[in-house]
């Protein structure tokens, strides 16, 4: 069975930073591209950003382009999101998503407020 | 940027047959895309009924169904039932620039 399970969410004050984790079993990690998934309150899905399988190629949205920064540890089986310079706007559930199949995790909360 | 165009609301009958739809402002959606329809009802993470255009999960009900129709991604739903009122969200990923979302379609089932 395929599981996703996000970790990391918090509250933060404006400008400070983040790690999101999200751990992966039930497939091999190491062979798929991952995506991060947004959502504001009350507002529809924002893709933030994709990451190769193997960690080279990067994707990012023009709204985190330059704060956030996606990696993996193919070792860990674990996909991130490094998050800084955090605005009110970045509030939001943030989901990891598995290429091709699209399969999801549960989300995890940031808020950013002071 | 490409935006990803879908109405924003619809209505079906229960058991009547609603066709939602997710264009691109870039041209025509095709297989290359690879569309995803995504279900997400209140309070629960979305989930995916179909990927790639046309492929469905072992979870998505029978009734769903994906397609590329006249431009377009196409999600049909035949039969409709109380629990497909939800929120539907198209994505495409669009080649060496990322992936994009749709605005969702809010479909009531009335």
């Known amino acids: 069975e395929v599981q996703l399970v996000e970790s990391g969410g918090g509250l933060v004050q404006p400008g400070g930073s983040l790690r999101l984790s999200c751990v992966a079993s039930g497939f091999t990690f190491s062979q798929t591209w991952m995506t991060w998934v947004r959502q504001a309150p009350g507002k529809g899905l924002e893709w933030v950003g994709n990451?190769?399988?193997?960690?080279?190629?990067?994707n990012y949205a023009d709204s985190v382009k330059g704060r956030f920064t996606i990696s993996r540890d193919n070792a860990k089986d674990t996909l991130y999101l490094q998050m800084n310079s955090l605005r009110a706007e970045d509030t939001a559930i943030y989901y990891c998503m598995r290429n091709y199949y699209g399969d999801w995790g549960q989300g995890t909360l940031v808020t950013v407020s002071s | 940027q490409a935006v990803v165009t879908q109405e924003p609301s619809l209505t079906v009958s229960p058991g009547g047959t609603v066709t939602l739809t997710c264009g691109s402002t870039?041209?025509?959606?095709?297989?290359?895309?690879?569309p995803y329809w995504f279900q997400q009802k209140p309070g629960q993470a979305p989930r995916t009924l179909i990927y790639d255009a046309s492929n469905k999960h072992s979870w998505t009900p029978a009734r769903f169904s994906g397609s590329l129709l006249g431009g377009k991604a196409a999600l049909t739903l035949s039969g409709a039932q109380p629990e497909d009122e939800a929120d539907y969200y198209c994505f495409l990923r669009y080649s060496g620039v990322g992936e994009v979302f749709g605005g969702g379609t809010k479909l009531t089932v009335l």
């Open positions: 870039t041209g025509a959606v095709t297989s290359g895309h690879s």
């Open positions: 990451i190769h399988s193997d960690g080279r190629v990067k």
